[in-house]
């Protein structure tokens, strides 16, 4: 079994949609990333969270530490934000990462 | 430099040779991590550095692979004996620290064992 559990896998959404991506673990972590990879490959690191929301521009990420999961949402979303999103936490001096959610959004 | 970078970017080596990967992160940037991510899977975390130590190694898939990092800068990851299964893209990633601030990629270095 994963310590990282994400769903969708993959999620097609229109243009201007509210879009919600989920993050469950099962392990003790010290803080949950959000992390977002392009087609060419490149990263980008989103949001690092150890409690509650944070919020930067139309994303949106928010944890429940009691419940063990982890969501990112993308208000208005535009085919720019078609991305792979992957949710990684950090347990001690280690990662586990999800496997990722495939998002595409259609103009 | 503005941001990480890894060198070379692609590397294409033939079995059973040693490569050396490099990675220097954002100057001042006190932690550095290297991941691994095999065609069509997942990232995979190797190493983390905070400093020019690591605390953890276990990540690391086999004795083959180490990593050094020195003055705080430069770290380099060294695969021995390189195998097909090696082949990967390598990133690596640095933060000014560990706990409280998010990372910053570099671009990789795409390894191919042939």
């Known amino acids: 079994k994963n310590e990282v559990e994400q769903s969708p896998q993959n999620l097609t959404a229109q243009e201007g949609e509210f879009i919600t991506i989920n993050c469950s673990y099962s392990v003790g972590i010290s803080a949950l990333h959000w992390l977002q990879q392009h087609p060419g490959g490149g990263i980008v690191s989103l949001f690092m969270l150890s409690s509650g929301k944070k919020k930067h521009g139309r994303l949106i990420a928010t944890i429940n530490i009691q419940e063990k999961h982890s969501s990112l949402h993308i208000t208005a979303s535009h085919p720019r934000d078609s991305a792979v999103y992957i949710c990684a936490v950090r347990v001690g001096n280690q990662f586990y990462f999800g496997t990722g959610t495939s998002l595409t959004v259609i103009p | 430099g503005a941001g990480v970078s890894q060198s070379p970017s692609n590397k294409v080596t033939e079995k059973g040779k040693d490569v050396e990967l490099r990675c220097d992160p954002i100057?001042?940037?006190?932690?550095l991590y290297w991941y691994r991510q095999r065609l069509g899977q997942g990232l995979e975390f190797l190493i983390y550095f905070q400093g020019n130590s690591a605390p953890d190694k276990s990540g690391l898939p086999s004795d083959r692979f180490s990593a050094e990092r020195t003055g705080e800068s430069v770290s380099t990851l060294t695969i021995q004996r390189t195998q097909q299964e090696d082949s990967a893209v390598y990133l690596c990633?640095?933060?000014?620290?560990?706990?409280?601030?998010?990372?910053?990629f570099g671009s990789g270095t795409r390894l191919t064992v042939v």
């Open positions: 990633a640095s933060s000014l620290s560990q706990v409280a601030y998010g990372y910053t």
């Open positions: 100057s001042g940037h006190t932690a």
